[in-house]
Structure formats: C-alpha cells, structure tokens
C-alpha cells in the first residue's frame, strides 16, 4: 500500500491519484486543504503512524510539499501549516529504511541552482554562457539579447533590458543570473527512477509561467544528454526531477537547471498518465535502473 500525501488542491497530487485508481492501486491519502485536516499521531517509541486514528503502514510513499493553499487564501497559517506537514512526513518517511521513497538521499542538501550549473558542466553538460552578479553599471549593449533571473529562484525570468528599466535599486542590489538568451522550444526531461521523459515546450513568452500560454508534446531525449542528467541527478542524489534546456544560437542544448520538486500533471497528461505510472512503478517495484 502506497501513501499519497500533499495538498488538496494541488493537481499534480490529483494526476496521481486518478491513476492509481485507474491502475487498481491499493493507496492511502494524506491530503490537507480548505475541506480536510486530517488528525495525525507519530509515535516516536514506536515509530507508528496513525492517520484519523487508524495505523498506517505504507511500504512507499509520494509527498509533495503544497504551495496552492497558501497562494489561493494568502494566509501565512496556510504557508506554515503546508510546510510542517511536509516535514512530519518526510521526516517519518526517511526513518524507516526499507520505505520506497523518491529523492530519500537529498534531503541532506539544498537544490542550488548555481551549484547545479557548476555541476552539470563537470559531467558534460553544455551550460549558456553566465555571470552570477549585482553589478549592471555598464548596462550592457545587448540587454534584450540576455536574460536575468535571481540565483535563488522565486521570481519570473525576463529580458536584462526590462528588467533594468522596470525594477527598484532594491531589487537590483541582490545577485542575479545573467544569461546568453536561448531559442525555444525550451526541452525539459524528467528523471523517474531509471527512465526519462522530454518534452517540448512551445511557447512565445520569455517565461511561459508568466501567461501559461504553452504547447507541450513528447520529444525524444538525445542519448549524451540523457546519460549526463543522469549523472547529475546521481551527484545530487535525485530520482525524481525535471530539467530544463533551451537551445543556442547554433542548436546546441544547453542546460539551465533541475527541479526537485516538479510539477507534472500537464506533461502525464500529453503521454497519457505514463509519467504517473513510472512514479508508482519506483514506489511499489523499486528502482530497476
């Protein structure tokens, strides 16, 4: 028996839910939201999980921590609950050894996108050209033709040229990512277990998050890519990730980072729920690979 354990509202947790339902398989959710707060007890000299008064003794387990809670009420009670339920069961899950779990050995480091860049050219990945900075006095001559991001994430990737008309000194005193721009479609490759998935991502906007105006269809992943991600994603102990690429000016992929915590329901849904089979593949059967 797998257990299921995120948000309510999130789709992703949905998508898998309704696969393992179609599959038959035998599951026990663990979801919170605006409708169900669930009552939890681990017992630490026992080691026991009782979810709604009941022992709960799943042999895998799937967890996202829930971030749509928080962005439907803007609650700060909804961000900390959302991040202490995903603590609790992780940290019950990491305990017991022979527990099917995804990404088990990185939870002892942070998902550094700069590290990852470092990282992903030591095995072979071809990186765009990059300076991590907070210094933009010269402004450079080609501002449209880069990009710029902050270096821990958390805001929507924009030309260099908007970016230094429209923003604050404040927020240009902090280091950010300055990129060569890249040409779409933009590839991204999930890594389940022994298995990768590509995609292409068809869109016209800088950061296609920013409108959610994208076409998404299967891709092949070229074979040396392929087994340089997988390469990374064992430096960074990850068996479960998304990453991205985007192409240069003479077609070469480049790679722009990895994401541990990926959103997938709308690319299980271009391959007909196989991203969702492969998840519950590793939990049920293991890693094969």
């Not at 991205?244 to 003479?250: G, I, K, P, S, W």
Request: hydrophobic letters at 40%; one cysteine or more; glycine letters at 8%.
């Amino acid at each position: 028996m797998l257990l299921v354990a995120g948000g309510q509202l999130d789709p992703n947790i949905g998508a898998l839910l309704q696969r393992m339902l179609a599959r038959g398989t035998a599951f026990r959710e663990l979801l919170v939201g605006p409708d169900l707060r669930p009552r939890l007890t681990i017992d630490l000299a026992s080691g026991r999980l009782v979810l709604d008064g009941e022992a709960t003794a799943p042999t895998g387990c799937f967890i996202r921590h829930d971030v749509f809670l928080h962005q439907k009420t803007g609650r700060p009670a909804d961000h900390a609950a959302a991040l202490n339920w995903f603590y609790a069961i992780r940290g019950w899950s990491l305990s017991r050894p022979t527990l099917k779990l995804l990404n088990r050995h990185s939870y002892l480091s942070e998902n550094n996108k700069l590290e990852n860049l470092l990282l992903a050219a030591r095995v072979g990945l071809s990186v765009p050209e990059t300076v991590v900075t907070n210094d933009f006095g010269d402004g450079r001559q080609d501002a449209d033709g880069w990009i710029q991001k902050p270096v821990a994430g958390g805001d929507y990737t924009t030309t260099l040229g908007d970016f230094l008309t429209k923003h604050d000194p404040e927020v240009l005193g902090y280091p950010r990512f300055v990129q060569r721009r890249m040409a779409r479609p933009e590839l991204r490759i999930y890594r389940v277990g022994p298995r990768l998935f590509g995609f292409h991502l068809h869109s016209s906007e800088i950061d296609y998050r920013t409108t959610h105006e994208v076409a998404i269809e299967p891709a092949e992943v070229p074979a040396e890519t392929g087994r340089s991600l997988l390469a990374l994603c064992d430096l960074l102990g990850l068996d479960f990730a998304a990453a991205d690429f985007m192409r240069d000016a003479t077609g070469r992929l480049r790679f722009l980072e990895v994401n541990t915590q990926p959103m997938f329901a709308a690319f299980d849904a271009v391959v007909q729920g196989r991203l969702c089979d492969a998840i519950i593949d590793v939990l049920e059967q293991g890693d094969a690979g």
